[in-house]
């Protein structure tokens, strides 16, 4: 997986922070502003302002050349930084709604760098709620972009790994769960083409999940096809019988 959320295009986006002169992360890290909107946040304030400060300085700089080398660390402080101090559960909702929507903004713009997109993917799947679990208002996009055959294979991995931990822990018939059942039934139907190592991370994972999502009999099928196929991938064979044998 390494391999695939490594790999970017030629491309660069324009951003809103730096036509605001942040052309670095570690500058808004130093920025007065990020200390007023902490200060703002710990007193429990979220309005207009706080949006803003969200939008312009903090999730363009995921896009920013200066921070390629850096873009992982970049993107944990990017939620870090949004709701340090935060004690009520409305403020981090509302912040995760906020950087959710502009993630899914990037991932959907084809003119922005893979690497940019698959980390923008990623974000939306590691959104928090204010007990530190999985933020359920990233299910349906994580479902949706993982199932969606014209995003790349890398986005769809990315998106798949956040659906993945929505449905970890989550009890049978959960939101989390319902919204990943169809998804990981197509996957193991009519695995995608393209990347063989991306193809195999989405099938391999969707034959984990094919047990914790009550499989329809078309996927258990598929996935004993999978099991009785001597020139699969052995990995994905076992997988297949575990999970054939785990519906």
Sequence with gaps: MAILLTTAGGLTIPTAGRAAGYDSWSKVEQAQETRDYGLQIREGKFDAAQKAFINDMLL????????RASIAAVRQRIRDVAFRGAAKKEIVDQGNAVIRDGMLRLVADKNAELLVRVNAMLLVGELQDLDRAPWQGSVAPLAKAAGDAALPLAVRVAALNGLTR???GVAAGGPAVTAAAPVVAGLVTSPPEGDPAAVRWLLSR???LLPRVSA???AVA???RIRADDKADLDLRVRAAAA???V
Excluded: F, I, S
Aim: aromatic share 0%.
């Design 60 to 67: 363009p700089q995921l896009g920013l050349e200066a921070n």
């Design 166 to 168: 929505q449905v970890a």
């Design 206 to 208: 969707a034959l984990d």
């Design 216 to 218: 329809p009999p078309p």
């Design 222 to 224: 598929g996935a004993a």
């Design 244 to 246: 054939v044998g785990g």
